[in-house]
């Protein structure tokens, strides 16, 4: 047997003139033989690039292993990471005897498409965020939000706490994969986490390599979360006041955030922290608005013995629920046992007109308190108004002190400030405006008031109105007004109807004529005598009364009407 070591391959020598050009390339090129992939040639560029491949090799067992399997695949390109540098190789032919493999350094290249793509991935971030954030202004929407962010693209877990209310803070925390959890947490406890103290002061945050991980209190994560390799502490700037504090932390022991992490999370905190204090203002105004509204509301009407009263209102911005048009009840005084009720219309809508509602209320109930008769109410009030020292403050109103009469009936004294007269529905469906007259209160500094007095039958009902009702603009054109003709009409259809179920039609068919278009502010009130039952009116024998007849000691004359 020949024991003689393999001779060295004989390298078929490549033609000059291709080794001079490819010397002379700035590209890295290896000249490979096509038959057995032998590398016959390194040019100077490949030299450079890759000091540890020599010619003689074939090029499965050169030090590139993306080369190798290149060959052994029969691909044309190949990628490799070869001592730290990420190279790209093209395999082109070079006549019928030889190839090259034409090299490229790609890891600047593909360090810029990396940090290109990171960029982006943290715009498309950051745009979310600023979408979800702002979807909502309620407070805990927007902590979960928070939460819920911070976890998927920030760490591994995240926990938002805020600002301390009697001693407690409230705080939401979400580990990635699992569950919101929610709790409210003692202040005293804050400092055992590095930095939230300062966190929820409005401080700059700490960076996280100053901060030891190790220092975690067991509230802050749950036991099976694992040991926290790395923890950030950043605030949630706020509107003056900082909105509370952001804790983001990520497991294991190789964890770091960088330097570009930690500037993310500070922009995102800041989006984050910019959302929920807004949620909270607009929390806080709610419930300002609540209590104001609490007042400017229509009341719950009382039910006197032997008088029905029914009211509607529907402010023209239903998400308000307060606007221009009122009524309130006061209840009888040491020295009188009637009841006042009052019907209005202020100046303007909205807010504003919200505002005069609520003095005018607070007016006349000051007066019922002094046992003031309506004219004498719209008298002062109308000074009132003008000694206000506001401009264009006006208000039309109508007031009626309601008492109980003989065999059922409801007697009603009634005083107007240019408003509507209120409208009484007789028991046959006959429908009479009250003879009331005066002027509009808050314009001039005398007004004129001329009062009247109606008696309802047992079944008959008074109704005022705002003149948002007549006014509302509908029909087949929207635009025709609804009218005192067609409210008569409707009034007179409810004959007979209990009160509730009267109040109720009119405010149906007035819906229906708008058909859903703009509208002011509706009022009505209503006062009924109840119905008596056929056996209590024979066992007593009562006739039928005379209708409303004007107060005769105000020197107007009485009459019947039909």
């Known amino acids: 047997m020949d024991t003689r070591a393999p001779a060295a391959p004989v390298l078929a020598p490549a033609p000059a003139l291709l080794r001079a050009a490819l010397d002379a390339a700035g590209e890295a090129v290896l000249l490979c033989t096509t038959d057995d992939h032998t590398i016959v040639l390194v040019n100077t560029a490949a030299q450079a690039m890759l000091p540890d491949v020599r010619p003689g090799i074939t090029a499965a067992h050169s030090p590139l292993a993306g080369l190798a ?8 390109t190949f990628t490799d990471n070869h001592q730290g540098r990420q190279l790209l190789g093209h395999r082109r032919p070079l006549g019928d005897e030889h190839y090259g493999w034409y090299l490229q350094d790609i890891t600047e290249e593909l360090a810029r498409a990396q940090e290109f793509q990171a960029e982006r991935d943290r715009t498309l971030f950051l745009a979310e965020a600023s979408r979800r954030l702002s979807a909502s202004l309620n407070q805990r929407r927007c902590l979960r939000t ?14 938002v706490v805020l600002p301390a209310r009697r001693r407690q803070n409230e705080w939401m925390r979400l580990i990635a ?3 919101v959890e929610e709790g409210m947490l003692r202040e005293s406890v804050l400092g055992e986490v590095p930095g939230l103290e300062e966190a929820l002061g409005g401080f700059p945050p700490i960076p996280s390599r100053w901060l030891d991980a190790s220092q975690v209190p067991a509230w802050l994560l749950p036991e099976g979360f694992g040991p926290v390799g790395a923890l950030l502490v950043t605030p949630l700037p706020g509107n003056a006041e900082p909105a509370g504090a952001l804790i983001l932390a990520r497991r294991g022991p190789d964890a770091v955030f960088s330097a570009e992490d930690e500037m993310l999370a500070r922009i995102f905190a800041a989006r984050a922290g910019a959302a929920i204090s807004a949620a909270a203002l607009y929390r806080d105004q709610v419930d300002t608005t609540a209590i104001l509204q609490a007042d400017l509301l229509p009341p719950e009407l009382p039910q006197p013995e032997g008088v029905e009263l029914i009211g509607s209102y529907q402010a023209a911005k239903d998400a308000l629920r307060i606007g221009g048009d009122f009524y309130d009840v006061f209840g009888p005084v040491e020295d009188s046992p009637e009841t006042v009720v009052a019907l209005g219309d202020v100046c303007g809508k909205g807010p504003e007109a919200a505002v005069l509602t609520g003095k005018v209320r607070q007016t006349l109930r000051a007066l019922r308190l002094v046992d003031a008769d309506p004219a004498a109410m719209l008298t ?5 108004l003008l000694d206000s020292g506001r401009q264009h403050r006006f208000v039309t109103l109508v007031v009626a002190a309601i008492s109980r009469a003989e065999h059922g009936r409801v007697r009603m004294c009634l005083a107007t400030g240019g408003h509507p007269a209120p409208l009484v529905l007789r028991a046959d469906g006959t429908v009479e405006p009250v ?3 005066g002027t509009l209160i808050g314009v001039v500094p005398h007004i004129t008031v001329g009062p009247a007095v109606v008696e309802l039958a047992p079944g008959e009902l008074c109704l005022m109105y705002s003149d948002g009702l007549t006014e509302a603009r509908g029909g087949p054109g929207g635009t025709e007004q609804y009218g005192e003709s067609r409210l008569r009409d409707a009034l007179a259809s409810c004959a007979g109807m209990p009160g509730a179920a009267a109040v109720g039609r009119v405010r149906q068919l007035v819906s229906d004529w708008v058909h859903g278009g703009v509208r002011d502010d509706i009022a009505m009130l209503a006062v009924r005598a109840p119905a008596r039952t056929k056996l ?4 007593t024998g009562a006739a039928p009364v005379s209708p409303f007849a004007i107060d005769a000691r105000r020197g107007d004359r009485r ?3 039909r």
Do not use: F, K, Y
């Open 69 to 76: 399997r290149a060959i052994a695949e029969g691909t044309s």
């Open 146 to 159: 928070t939460v819920e962010l911070a976890a998927a693209h920030l760490a591994d877990a995240a926990v």
């Open 177 to 179: 994969g699992e569950s």
């Open 380 to 384: 002062v009030l109308n000074r009132a």
């Open 435 to 437: 003879p009331v007259s």
């Open 536 to 539: 209590s009116l024979m066992d």
């Open 559 to 561: 009459g019947r009407s």
